[in-house]
């Protein structure tokens, strides 16, 4: 069972596993322990907060840049 004052709600968890793309009816065909559940949601979680990281490297990449340019 999902220890609700630690984390996230069970409720919580398959909105994020959702709003990834996730459709819980396919995903609960294959009757996943709660546990599976948690660790699809904490890879989601990383995945989004790899995709943040990345896009902030870009982008101060992007700033650097302008920032030679002007001095050229």
């Known amino acids: ?5 630690k984390g996230p709600s069970l409720e919580e968890i398959w ?3 959702e709003d990834f793309g996730i459709k819980r009816k ?4 294959s009757h996943p ?3 599976e ?3 699809l949601y904490y890879f ?3 995945s989004k907060r790899r995709q943040r990281d ?4 870009k982008r101060l990449r992007e700033y650097v840049e302008k ?6």
Do not use: H, P
């Open 1 to 5: 069972m999902v220890d609700t004052r």
């Open 15 to 17: 909105k994020v596993i």
């Open 26 to 29: 396919i995903f609960e065909i």
């Open 33 to 35: 322990t709660e546990e």
């Open 37 to 39: 559940i948690l660790k």
């Open 44 to 46: 989601i979680k990383i």
């Open 54 to 57: 990345k896009e902030t490297i």
């Open 67 to 72: 920032l030679k340019n002007r001095g050229k």
